[in-house]
C-alpha cells in the first residue's frame, strides 16, 4: 500500500467522509478503518497498518516492547485508547463522527476536510489548516530533504 496525493472533501451532515477511490481497494479488503487524532490531524489505518505503527514505536536498535517500562505500557495505551475504529460502508464512507466530538472540534474537522496520503496511512485536515502547512512545507522542503552537514 502506497498512499499518495491530497483531494479536498466536503463531509456530510452526520461527519462521513467518502474514502478517495485510489484508498479504498486497500481499506475495502479488511472493511474498516482505525482512526487516532494526532497533532493537526486524523490519521486513518488500516487494522494491520495501525498495529504496525504502534510497534514502530518500540521496535528500535533490535528492541521491542517491555511490558515492565511503565513510559512504553503509557504510550502504547495512549495511542491504542485515542484510537476507534470504524467500519466501511457499502458506499465506501466511513463515520468521523465515531471520533470524540471534541477532538474533531480541536482538530477543526467541520465540513470541508482534505485527506492527504502519506505511505501507510491517510491524514485528514481541515482544508485551511492543510493549505497553511502544505505552504510552510513548501518553504521548507530543501532543508527536509538534505542534510545541512
Do not use: C
Not at 465506501?92 to 485527506?115: C, M, N, S, Y
Amino acid at each position: 500500500m502506497y498512499l499518495t496525493g491530497s483531494k479536498q472533501f466536503n463531509l456530510d451532515a452526520k461527519a462521513r467522509l467518502t474514502l478517495p477511490a485510489t484508498y479504498r481497494k486497500d481499506f475495502e479488503e479488511q472493511g474498516q478503518v482505525i482512526l487516532i487524532p494526532l497533532q493537526d490531524a486524523l490519521y486513518g489505518f488500516t487494522p494491520e497498518g495501525f498495529g504496525q505503527w504502534v510497534q514502530s514505536f518500540f521496535e528500535k536498535d533490535g528492541k521491542k516492547f517491555e511490558p515492565g517500562n511503565r513510559r512504553q505500557v503509557a504510550l502504547r495505551r495512549k495511542l491504542t485508547g485515542s484510537a476507534v475504529t470504524v467500519d466501511i460502508d457499502s458506499a465506501g464512507r466511513i463515520a468521523l463522527g465515531r471520533v470524540d466530538a471534541q477532538k474533531r472540534e480541536k482538530l477543526g474537522l467541520k465540513r470541508d476536510v482534505t485527506v492527504v496520503g502519506v505511505v501507510d496511512h491517510f491524514e485528514v485536515w481541515n482544508t485551511e489548516r492543510w493549505e497553511a502547512e502544505n505552504a510552510a512545507l513548501d518553504d521548507e522542503l530543501d532543508a527536509l530533504m538534505f542534510d545541512e552537514d
